[in-house]
């Protein structure tokens, strides 16, 4: 599995638009790119998944570029309640794939 | 509504007793995932079912066993706890085909003391 990459940390105000970054060099032709948010004592919550251009859902937005290797969470308008850790994941669709999460990237959302 | 049930939400165990941990998914998915996490580290896998009776080690396995009897079950076996695996523990399942969407229980949070 594609190992990734993400920021430790971010900081942000309430109402702009938030964008973590994810790099994954090694991403395979059959990889797909989901996201991952996890709020405190609760288990990981599933954002978006994309595999290439760009995706988007009533929650968040995913940008990939042509060559794969890096991707984009786009966070509209955050609130104090997209304080949270997002996990960025690279993985096929076969039954035995793995699902290996990494430490994430915790964003605090400030009023 | 999608649903996956840990046993417990809290336990606290003594060094050297063997410890169960149980989950349940009401989806019908193949796929059930057990992970650790603690600060600072993230998620950590440490075993992982595609089947039933079928099982892959993650990536730290070490003083762990599972079990996969029915479909909707999967447990986490903790032969001889140690103080070293206090943590929270994350069970997920999903379908095999799909995209990697796993779906996660509460969580259990285990203290050996």
């Known amino acids: 599995l594609a190992k990734t990459t993400q920021p430790i940390s971010m900081d942000s105000y309430e109402g702009q638009e938030v964008n973590i970054t994810c790099s994954h060099n090694?991403?395979?032709?059959?990889?797909?790119i989901t996201w991952y948010q996890q709020f405190p004592s609760q288990g990981p919550r599933f954002i978006i998944q994309?595999?290439?251009t760009k995706v988007t859902n009533e929650v968040a937005s995913l940008f990939i570029p042509a060559d794969r290797k890096s991707s984009t969470l786009s966070l509209p308008r955050v609130s104090l309640s997209d304080t949270a850790v997002y996990y960025c994941l690279v993985g096929g669709r076969g039954n035995t794939d793995k699902l290996i999460f990494g430490t994430g990237t915790r964003l605090q959302v400030f009023p | 509504d999608v649903k996956v049930t840990q046993s417990s939400r809290y336990l606290v165990k003594r060094t050297g007793e063997k410890v169960f941990l149980e989950c349940v998914q009401d989806?019908?998915?193949?796929?059930m995932f057990w992970y650790r996490q603690d600060p600072g580290l993230g998620l950590r896998l440490i075993y992982f079912?595609?089947?039933?009776?079928?099982?892959e080690k993650g990536d730290i396995p070490e003083g762990y066993s599972v079990s996969r009897e029915k479909k909707e079950r999967f447990s986490l076996i903790l032969e001889s706890a140690s103080t070293n695996q206090t943590s929270m523990y994350l069970c997920?399942?999903?379908?095999?085909?799909?995209?990697?969407?796993?779906?996660f229980g509460q969580g259990t949070r285990l203290t050996v003391v």
């Open positions: 090694n991403i395979a032709t059959n990889d797909y």
């Open positions: 079912s595609y089947d039933v009776k079928m099982k």
């Open positions: 989806m019908d998915h193949e796929n």
């Open positions: 994309g595999y290439k």
């Open positions: 997920a399942s999903s379908f095999p085909v799909g995209g990697p969407e796993a779906f």
